[in-house]
């Protein structure tokens, strides 16, 4: 099982931006599909964005697409999810999680294809 630390929550004002991270401590995490989710208080965990192995293939839920990006560097093993015009709605727990399938339009956003998760981080919007 891969370990996944997410990276780069905190507190932003409405209509900002945060990047997070997600990195595979002892592994790398090319091998691996990557999904975004969150968990607001007194909702269930939802998905946000899902990218493939190779980069070429990406998802995203309606709520956030034209506003959030996920990309992969293979340099560093890293998958982002850039999080821009940060809405009221959007405070949770971001968690990152790592799929040995592919996703699909269908499945992307099915939290049991994922066999890894983070421990997630804290996102905040408030004035």
């Known amino acids: 099982q891969v370990q996944l630390v997410e990276s780069g929550g905190g507190l932003v004002q409405p209509g900002g931006s945060l990047r997070l991270s997600c990195t595979a401590a002892?592994?790398?995490?090319?091998?691996?599909?990557v999904g975004w989710f969150r968990k607001a208080p007194g909702k269930g965990r939802e998905g946000i964005s899902s990218i493939s192995k190779s980069a070429g293939r990406t998802y995203y839920a309606d709520f956030v697409k034209g506003r959030f990006n996920i990309s992969r560097d293979i340099a560093t093993s890293t998958v982002y999810l850039q999080m821009n015009n940060l809405k009221p709605d959007d405070p949770a727990i971001y968690y990152c999680?790592?799929?040995?399938?592919?996703?699909?339009?269908?499945?992307?956003?099915?939290?049991?294809?994922?066999?890894?998760w983070g421990q997630g981080t804290q996102v905040t919007v408030s004035s």
């Open positions: 999680a790592a799929r040995t399938s592919l996703p699909g339009a269908s499945t992307w956003w099915d939290e049991g294809k994922y066999e890894s």
């Open positions: 002892g592994f790398e995490l090319d091998a691996y599909s």
